[in-house]
């Protein structure tokens, strides 16, 4: 079994920031992509952006330049720093990974359980 578990998430005024935190735990060999998706109320869930265990990021053209997706390998943990933080980005954040599991050495996807970001004056 394997558990993503977010953290960071809250309530903050526009432009203001947030750092989210995606922690992975089990029977974890390797962890290839790790990725943030969010989705608003009515709305389907959507790319942020991914980071692949050694590569280039991606990011959703919504947050180039104001977020930045980063991985501490060591401690298979996600990051998510959010700058300039608006309206619209006001969603569930949910952490993904595709993880080669001890028993099997074959990637599995998983999902956390969602961190809330809401961004109101």
């Known amino acids: 079994q394997v558990q993503l578990v977010e953290s960071g998430g809250g309530l903050v005024q526009p432009g203001g920031s947030l750092r989210l935190s995606c922690a992975a735990s089990?029977?974890?060999?390797?962890?290839?992509?790790m990725g943030w998706y969010r989705q608003a109320p009515g709305k389907q869930r959507e790319l942020v952006a991914t980071?692949?265990?050694?590569?280039?990021?991606h990011y959703a053209d919504s947050v180039k330049g104001r977020f930045t997706v980063s991985r501490d390998n060591a401690k298979n943990t996600l990051y998510l720093q959010m700058n300039n933080l608006q309206p619209e980005d006001t969603a569930v954040y949910y952490c993904?990974?595709?993880?080669?599991?001890?028993?099997?050495?074959?990637?599995?996807?998983?999902w956390g359980q969602g961190t809330q970001v809401t961004v109101s004056s």
């Open positions: 993904n990974a595709d993880v080669m599991v001890v028993a099997t050495l074959r990637p599995i996807g998983y």
């Open positions: 089990g029977n974890i060999f390797s962890i290839n992509t």
């Open positions: 980071i692949p265990r050694g590569g280039s990021t």
